[in-house]
């Protein structure tokens, strides 16, 4: 069992930065594929960023390619999202996600842990 909860979400300018952080408890989050999703209103959850088993590869959907990065701290079980650029086509509630390793997958289903979610609101 593992909990996670995010923190960092708020409302910012069309071209800021936001960074998100899921900090996990329980198990260490290396032993997880972790992943960071969000969900806009009336629309379906959708894969933002992974990192894989061990966080030795990242992967991005192609609308935050270049702008977002995903990374992990080991020694205190945090996993972040740095977001940059941000465009109003960002604004959602966002999740961060563990999933059984090895690979990241970008189907929420994969992921057996969620946590409550962070709200991201960027004005243009």
């Known amino acids: 069992q593992v909990q996670l909860v995010e923190s960092g979400g708020g409302l910012v300018q069309a071209g800021g930065s936001l960074r998100l952080s899921c900090v996990a408890s329980?198990?260490?989050?290396?032993?997880?594929?972790m992943g960071w999703f969000r969900q806009a209103p009336g629309k379906e959850r959708e894969f933002v960023a992974g990192?894989?088993?061990?966080?030795?590869?990242?992967y991005y959907a192609d609308s935050v390619k270049g702008r977002f990065t995903i990374s992990g701290d080991k020694t205190k079980n945090t996993v972040f999202l740095q977001m940059n650029s941000l465009k109003p086509e960002d604004s959602a509630v966002y999740y961060c996600a563990a999933g059984t390793p090895p690979r990241v997958r970008l189907e929420p289903k994969a992921y057996d842990y969620w946590g409550q979610g962070t709200q991201v609101t960027v004005s243009s």
């Open positions: 329980g198990r260490a989050f290396s032993n997880y594929v």
């Open positions: 990192i894989s088993w061990g966080g030795s590869t990242t």
